[in-house]
């Protein structure tokens, strides 16, 4: 993971893959992008570290503990909402246009299914088949917010992707735990579903 913050005339600039989650947090932080790099001012120098490892999993001091997912995706939650598709914040897909086609993210590659754009010249969309498995680098930190994307049917870790060999850190209890407080959730969704039947 490419994180570059460095000072340039009492400001702070940072050089960073895009992540739709770093961007909010970018502007709320008084951030504005400007020559392919995000100036922040030099007081929020702290919190602006602070962000980058919460999205980034380093604030460029040191690698990233990075591992390999496998995502499988159910269908769309409000597809016609959807031009770019991302997890943790990294893109996995986006359409331009009606008849541009889906471009990957960076590092995606697709196991199973495909994306596709579709809709109006003035209101395109992603849509994807339920299925649609891709496969892509991430840092840890981002396995947190995977879970919770609407689209997810189900995650995988299925290797290291880490420089240098440094070990993944492992998930907290805490998030294992509301994990499997959502998964009783949705189980018994599906028996009161399958009581109606």
């Known amino acids: 993971m490419n994180i570059h913050v460095e000072k340039q005339g009492g400001k702070i600039a940072v050089h960073s893959p895009y992540n739709s989650l ?3 947090s970018a502007r709320k932080l008084g951030g504005s992008w400007s020559g392919g790099c995000w100036i922040f001012p030099d007081h929020a120098e702290e919190l602006v570290r602070e962000s980058l490892r919460k999205y980034y999993g380093t604030d460029g001091t040191d690698e ?10 159910g269908l769309p939650v409000a597809p016609s909402a959807v031009q ?3 997890f943790g914040g990294f893109p996995v897909a986006q359409v331009f246009g009606r008849d541009s086609g889906a471009k990957l993210g960076d590092g995606v590659a697709i196991v199973e299914g495909g994306f596709s754009s579709h809709g109006s010249r003035k209101n395109y969309y992603l849509i994807w088949s339920e299925g649609t498995t891709v496969q892509m680098a991430l840092p840890t930190v981002a396995l947190d917010r995977l879970d919770v994307h609407k689209s997810v049917e189900r995650y995988d870790v299925v290797g290291d992707a880490t420089p240098s060999g440094k070990e993944p850190p492992k998930r907290t209890r805490e998030t294992v735990e509301a994990e499997i407080g959502e998964l009783w959730d949705r189980l018994r969704a599906l028996q009161e579903e399958l009581d109606e039947l």
């Open 64 to 73: 990233a503990a990075m591992v390999i997912v496998r995502v499988v995706l």
């Open 22 to 24: 770093f961007v909010k």
């Open 84 to 86: 770019m598709l991302t």
